[in-house]
T-cell receptor, first 113, second 110 residues
C-alpha cells in the first residue's frame, strides 16, 4: 500500500525564491498535517486540514507560509519569499481523523542559502 | 498552559541492554502514541494506546498508558543496532489533535 508521498525529497534554493512542497496523503484519510522539524524546535505542527478544509493554521510562522488542499489527494505548502531560517525538514502526515494515529511521509529537506 | 516532558533527551547504551523512556504531562489525554524516526525518514508509528492502564506490546517493545492519563512509558528489551533512532511520544484526543514530544535520541554501542 502506498504511504504518504512527498516531493521533492530535497530542495536547495536561494533566499527570496518561492518554494513549493507537495504531499499526497494515504487514500481514504480525511486529515492532513504539515510539520516542520529542526534540531532546536523538534517537530512543530504548522497546519492541518480536515476534509480538505484548513482547521488550524496557528502554527504557520508568518504570512510567507501558505498551504492549500484543493482535493482529497493533494496538498501544497508554499513559502514565498523563502529565508535561510526556513531551512528544515518538512513533513506531511495523514490520518483517518484529526486525533487518530498519523502516518508520515519521508519529508522534504529544505535548504535556503 | 499544559506542560509536556519527554525524557531522557538521549541515551547511550550497549547492545543487548534494555531501554526505558517516558513522557509526562500536566494535562489528561485520551491518546498516547509512540513513534520512531530513522535518519532521513519520517516518524513511523510503533504503538498506539487509548485507555488508561493499557499495556501493549509490539515485539520487543512494550508501552503503557498511565493510570492517571498523564503519562506513558516505552520499554525496549534486548536492544539491537537497528533500534537506533529518535523515539517520539505523541498525545492528544482533544480539538487540537496530536502534539509531539521533543524526542529521545537512542544511540547503541556494539
Amino acid at each position: 500500500d502506498a504511504g504518504v508521498i512527498q516531493s521533492p525529497r530535497h530542495e536547495v534554493t536561494e533566499m527570496g525564491q518561492e518554494v513549493t512542497l507537495r504531499c499526497k496523503p494515504i487514500s481514504g484519510h480525511n486529515s492532513l498535517f504539515w510539520y516542520r522539524q529542526t534540531m532546536m524546535r523538534g517537530l512543530e505542527l504548522l497546519i492541518y486540514f480536515n476534509n480538505n478544509v484548513p482547521i488550524d493554521d496557528s502554527g504557520m510562522p508568518e504570512d510567507r507560509f501558505s498551504a492549500k488542499m484543493p482535493n482529497a489527494s493533494f496538498s501544497t505548502l508554499k513559502i514565498q519569499p523563502s529565508e535561510p531560517r526556513d531551512s528544515a525538514v518538512y513533513f506531511c502526515a495523514s490520518s483517518l481523523g484529526y486525533n487518530q494515529p498519523q502516518h508520515f511521509g519521508d519529508g522534504t529537506r529544505l535548504s535556503i542559502l | 498552559g499544559q506542560q509536556l516532558n519527554q525524557s531522557p533527551q538521549s541515551m547511550f547504551i550497549q547492545e543487548g541492554e534494555d531501554v526505558s523512556m517516558n513522557c509526562t504531562s500536566s494535562s489528561i489525554f485520551n491518546t498516547w502514541l509512540w513513534y520512531k524516526q530513522d535518519p532521513g525518514e519520517g516518524p513511523v508509528l510503533l504503538i498506539a494506546l487509548y485507555k488508561a492502564g493499557e499495556l501493549t506490546s509490539n515485539g520487543r517493545l512494550t508501552a503503557q498508558f498511565g493510570i492517571t492519563r498523564k503519562d506513558s512509558f516505552l520499554n525496549i528489551s534486548a536492544s539491537i543496532p537497528s533500534d537506533v533512532g529518535i523515539y517520539f511520544c505523541a498525545w492528544g484526543g482533544g480539538a487540537d489533535g496530536l502534539t509531539f514530544g521533543k524526542g529521545t535520541h537512542l544511540i547503541i554501542q556494539p
